[in-house]
């Protein structure tokens, strides 16, 4: 289809691209022009039906859409922004200048522009930010039969309409009822008698990752979200937190592998955007690193007595950097997932020790078989000898118990302190590992081969 499209773009053929277009899928429409030419796509938009336009612009990727609508007239721009749910275009002027958002918020509903303007207020990440403000709400004063009347005459307003949220004279929320269930009550029943009260919510100021957690606990599509005074003024629904999540896992990534989080695709971030989100860490972790460098020169005089000691320096440190990032990584995961808070530290190092005890011993069993029948025997490497080979071996066992003790329990204590255990990941607990490998490998040598 996107080559179709593009063809009949070329052609001029505008008429025969119109019917094309009016047979197809929204998405699938979407998926196939994202990455047209701006102005292929400003064509598009203007070839099809005002609604079929605004519901093509909601499916395209935030980058198009902020764009697109620079591309627009201020007309079409409006009658765009007047169309889409508050909170996708909250989202697309969130990220166009001030000058053009002024513009086109001064020309749209006065009803838009209040919900935009109050979405953009909300903190960043916050549930107030994501919420919807179009939600089927209904007075428990009311009858079946009134409700039902009010739902036909705005349904078209409403993002769903599966859940209807009940509040009372003060907009406070007091419960909610299902379509399913008006559509089933007497017409004389009152919505406040039969709604459930026991309804999860969120407050606007509720952070969007937590918002996810609740979903998920408690299998929801819908949620609504009230202020500090519990007035319903949003609900959020579950194509939002698909979003949420896909947003927090991929922040969770690029802090573990120690970059600056940034909410847009790849391919749309410049070069020198990049480097600044990198740079700062890879500088603070190579400053870090210079410990390493310290502790190597301390111990000189041992190396130069027994230079072979140096030759198993790397294989020491990737092992212990490895198996502190697998420890790291499986508690972070499950800190996110809330499978494991602080109280369950202890738990959580006694299970890390038994299996730091497991992995230690077959790794060092592994490594002294290969120092004696590759190393010794095979490549005839005199300077390995039974006490080189002990030494290496031992400290390996030592490193890996020390690593994943180390990489269990940062991450933990950072969230208790109050931050981001992702922080905590792969190459700070490598750095931290490097330079306690190398004390303990370098005591261990000192002791045992007196050097």
């Known amino acids: 289809m996107k080559?179709?499209?593009?063809?009949?773009?070329?052609?001029?053929?505008?008429?025969?691209?119109?019917?094309?277009?009016?047979?197809k899928q929204i998405v699938d429409i979407a998926d196939s022009i994202k990455d047209f030419d701006i102005d292929e796509i400003a064509k598009i938009i203007r070839l099809m039906n005002k609604d079929m336009a605004a519901d093509l612009f909601s499916e395209l990727p935030l980058s198009v859409e902020t764009e697109l609508l620079s591309k627009?007239?201020?007309?079409?721009?409006?009658?765009?922004?007047?169309?889409?749910?508050?909170?996708?275009?909250?989202?697309?002027?969130?990220?166009?200048?001030?000058?053009?958002?002024?513009?086109?918020?001064?020309?749209?509903?006065?009803d838009t522009r209040s919900d935009i303007n109050r979405l953009l207020n909300y903190p960043e990440?916050?549930?107030?930010?994501?919420?919807?403000?179009?939600?089927?709400?209904?007075?428990?004063?009311?009858?079946?039969?009134?409700?039902?009347?009010?739902?036909?005459?705005?349904?078209d307003e409403y993002e769903t309409v599966n859940v209807c949220y009940v509040v009372d004279e003060r907009r406070k929320l007091i419960g909610h009822i299902s379509l399913k269930d008006i559509l089933l009550a007497d017409s004389e029943d009152v919505i406040g008698d039969i709604a459930i009260k026991d309804t999860i919510c969120v407050k606007t100021t509720t952070d969007?990752?937590?918002?996810?957690?609740?979903?998920?606990?408690y299998d929801l599509t819908v949620m609504p979200v009230v202020d500090s005074e519990d007035r319903l003024v949003g609900i959020i629904t579950i194509d939002d937190v698909m979003d949420i999540m896909e947003e927090e896992a991929t922040e969770d990534i690029e802090k573990m592998a120690a970059i600056s989080p940034s909410d847009?695709?790849?391919?749309?971030?410049?070069?020198?955007?990049t480097w600044k989100a990198r740079i700062p860490w890879l500088l603070l972790l190579m400053i870090s690193a210079?410990?390493?460098?310290?502790?190597?020169?301390?111990?000189?005089?041992?190396l130069a007595i027994l230079p072979i000691l140096?030759?198993?320096?790397?294989?020491?440190?990737?092992?212990?950097?490895?198996?502190?990032?697998?420890?790291?990584?499986?508690?972070?995961?499950?800190?996110?997932?809330?499978?494991?808070?602080?109280?369950?530290?202890?738990?959580?190092?006694w299970k890390e020790l038994r299996v730091s005890i497991m992995v230690g011993f077959t790794l060092a069993v592994a490594n002294f078989a290969k120092l004696i029948l590759i190393d010794q025997m095979l490549l005839h490497n005199s300077a390995v000898t039974m006490k080189v080979a002990g030494v290496i071996c031992l400290t390996v066992f030592m490193i890996v118990?020390?690593?994943?003790?180390?990489?269990?329990?940062?991450?933990?204590?950072?969230?208790?302190?109050?931050?981001?255990?992702?922080?905590?990941?792969?190459?700070?607990?490598?750095?931290?590992?490097?330079?306690?490998?190398?004390?303990?490998?370098?005591?261990?040598?000192?002791?045992?081969?007196?050097?």
């Open 125 to 155: 990440d916050s549930a107030g930010s994501v919420m919807t403000v179009e939600y089927a709400e209904l007075k428990d004063t009311l009858t079946i039969k009134q409700a039902i009347s009010r739902l036909r005459k705005e349904i």
């Open 401 to 451: 118990v020390v690593a994943k003790f180390i990489g269990c329990t940062l991450p933990i204590l950072t969230k208790k302190l109050g931050f981001d255990p992702t922080v905590m990941a792969s190459p700070f607990i490598t750095t931290i590992v490097d330079a306690l490998g190398l004390i303990v490998y370098f005591q261990v040598a000192t002791h045992l081969l007196g050097i």
């Open 208 to 217: 969007q990752e937590e918002v996810g957690k609740l979903f998920k606990k």
């Open 290 to 302: 210079t410990f390493t460098g310290q502790i190597i020169s301390k111990f000189e005089n041992s």
């Open 310 to 349: 140096t030759a198993y320096i790397p294989m020491l440190m990737d092992t212990g950097g490895n198996a502190g990032s697998q420890a790291s990584v499986t508690i972070i995961r499950s800190l996110s997932l809330n499978q494991v808070n602080f109280k369950d530290i202890g738990k959580v190092i």
């Open 264 to 273: 847009k695709p790849y391919l749309e971030i410049t070069a020198w955007q």
């Open 72 to 110: 627009l007239t201020d007309k079409e721009a409006v009658f765009l922004i007047n169309e889409m749910f508050a909170d996708d275009a909250a989202d697309v002027l969130d990220e166009m200048p001030a000058n053009i958002v002024k513009r086109i918020l001064k020309e749209c509903d006065k």
């Open 3 to 23: 080559e179709e499209i593009k063809e009949l773009l070329n052609s001029k053929k505008f008429k025969e691209a119109k019917i094309l277009l009016s047979d």
